[in-house]
């Protein structure tokens, strides 16, 4: 439903996500774009979308925003390479704007340590 909007902003979202590495960044979606293709609240949706492992590691299957989002994305090789690599959470909020946040991998070492200080 959405995917002709996502699609359009494909190549942008390449960019921000390789961006989002070294910093967490925000894209403002233009709302016409989403009044066109049938969405009717003004005030927009929120979610949140986990991509680890070359995968969505949260539940969407509600919101078809956010599933037709993870759908196109992933059908990119270029995103796909980026999220097989690295763990991004991707998030709208109602005012339309998309933020993009890398997680940082935790190493073994760092683990360790972590756990013998819960010990």
């Known amino acids: 439903m959405y995917t002709n909007v996502w699609n359009k ?4 979202m390449r960019i921000v996500l ?10 403002d979606l233009n709302i016409p774009d989403f009044e066109r293709a049938g969405m009717a609240r003004k005030t927009g949706y929120k ?7 070359g995968k969505v590691d949260n539940v969407i299957i509600d ?4 599933s037709s989002l993870a759908t196109t ?4 090789p270029v995103i796909k390479e980026l999220f097989t690599q690295h763990e991004f959470h991707i998030s709208m909020n109602p005012k ?10 935790v190493s073994a070492e760092q683990e360790q340590v972590s756990e013998d200080k819960a010990n």
Do not use: C, G, M
């Open 47 to 53: 979610f949140l979308i986990k991509f680890r492992n």
């Open 73 to 76: 994305l992933l059908q990119d």
């Open 96 to 105: 339309f704007q998309l933020t993009f946040k890398h997680i940082p991998k």
């Open 18 to 27: 390789k961006k989002s590495i070294s910093a967490e960044q925000v894209l």
């Open 9 to 12: 902003y494909l190549p942008v």
């Open 63 to 66: 919101y078809p925003l956010a």
